[in-house]
Each structure stands twice: as structure tokens, then as C-alpha cells.
């Protein structure tokens, strides 16, 4: 398996347009979590996936930020209009079941000037 | 509230020496520890996990103390290598939700 794939590896966007990350997850794992991750806060949890069904999006910063996962395969996280402070890298990851080890993807730098 | 907490926040160490880096949680309950190891422009790999009845666990040059009482880990790098330069993070699985809680990682320099 390749691993969990992520595209772009970066991306520089405007302020005010939109921008949809996307994640392919290693093929049988259940779960799929996006996190952010910034140099002041670290990494955060925005949303997870169970069995394509979004089970808790509390880390969601917003409502300009959204998240699918339209079959078991892939999903995508926009965001709507986007602005300079959600430049950050952005990292997908699944795991078989919520508790078992998680295998991030490379992430995508996105940088909103 | 559940919190990870790491230290040192970075840590420069020559070729060939010892280091260790410290995890503190107050994460309850808890279900497991990892520790994760994550190179520049890379996501973060497992080197470790343990459950609450695991109080040590090595991987190669990787050992990972768990002490569930006073709630704190330990991640020992032994014999340090240029590649072990990273940020290693400590991810504590538990609280009501189940979730996640990471700390911001200690980021490793090894200098030959």
C-alpha cells in the first residue's frame, strides 16, 4: 500500500478564494482523521471520520472550513473563503479503528496571501 | 482539561550521545500513549504505543517509559544518530470522547 496520499503538497492561494485539500487513505481503514498544524499550536484535530461518517468536527475553526468523505476512499476538506491565518500544513491520516495507530499522510503546506 | 504537556521545547545534542525527552498528561481517562517521531516537511510516524498496564517499550534505539501514576512518559533516544534529528511527539489517546491530545513536540537537533 502506499500510504495515506495527499494532494496538493502545496498550495499558495489568495485570500477570499477557495481551496480543497484532499486525502486518500490506506485502503480498509475505517477511520479518518484532518488535522492542522501550525508552529504556535502544534497539531489539532478539525474533524474525524468513522466509516465515512463525520463523528466529531468540535475542531472545525469555523464555518468556512468543510469536510467530506463521500465513499470509504477518499475525502476532501475546503475552505470557503480562505484567509492568511489558515496557512498552516495541513495532514490526513487514518487508522483501522479510532484507537489503533494512526499513519498520517505528507501533508499540504497551504500558504493564503 | 485534558492536556499534553512536552519538554524540552527543542534540544541540541552531539553524535553518538544519550537524550531524553519528557511527556506530562492529564488526560483522564486514559487509554494509551504514543509517541510519534516526524521529520521536516513530513507527517509523523509511530514509534511507539503503550496501554496502561505497559510501563516500557523499545523500538531500535527508541525506549518509552510509561508511569501511569504520576502520569508521565518518557521517550530515551540511545547512541544518537544525525537521522534521529525530528520533533517527536507525545499523543495521548482518552479522555470522555476518546480523542487524541497531542503535545507540541520537542524538536531534536543532532550535531555531529
Known amino acids: 500500500d502506499a500510504g495515506v496520499i495527499q494532494s496538493p503538497r502545496h498550495e499558495v492561494t489568495e485570500m477570499g478564494q477557495e481551496v480543497t485539500l484532499r486525502c486518500k487513505p490506506i485502503s480498509g481503514h475505517n477511520s479518518l482523521f484532518w488535522y492542522r498544524q501550525t508552529m504556535m499550536r502544534g497539531l489539532e484535530l478539525l474533524i474525524y471520520f468513522n466509516n465515512n461518517v463525520p463523528i466529531d468536527d468540535s475542531g472545525m475553526p469555523e464555518d468556512r472550513f468543510s469536510a467530506k468523505m463521500p465513499n470509504a476512499s477518499f475525502s476532501t476538506l475546503k475552505i470557503q473563503p480562505s484567509e492568511p491565518r489558515d496557512s498552516a500544513v495541513y495532514f490526513c491520516?487514518?487508522?483501522?479503528?479510532?484507537?489503533?495507530?494512526?499513519?498520517f499522510g505528507q501533508g499540504t503546506r497551504l500558504t493564503v496571501v | 482539561k485534558n492536556q499534553v504537556e512536552q519538554s524540552p521545547q527543542s534540544l541540541i545534542i552531539l553524535e553518538g550521545k544519550n537524550c531524553t525527552l519528557q511527556c506530562n498528561y492529564t488526560v483522564s481517562p486514559f487509554s494509551n500513549l504514543r509517541w510519534y517521531k516526524q521529520d521536516t516537511g513530513r507527517g509523523p510516524v509511530s514509534l511507539t504505543i503503550?496501554?496502561?498496564?505497559?510501563n516500557t517499550k523499545s523500538n531500535g534505539r527508541y525506549t518509552a517509559t510509561l508511569d501511569a501514576d504520576t502520569k508521565q512518559s518518557s521517550l530515551h533516544i540511545t547512541a544518537s544518530q544525525l537521522s534521529d534529528s525530528a520533533s517527536y511527539i507525545c499523543v495521548v489517546s482518552g479522555g470522555s470522547q476518546g480523542n487524541l491530545i497531542f503535545g507540541k513536540g520537542t524538536k531534536l537537533s543532532v550535531k555531529p
Open positions: 503503550m496501554t496502561f498496564s505497559e
Open positions: 491520516a487514518s487508522s483501522s479503528f479510532r484507537n489503533t495507530e494512526a499513519f
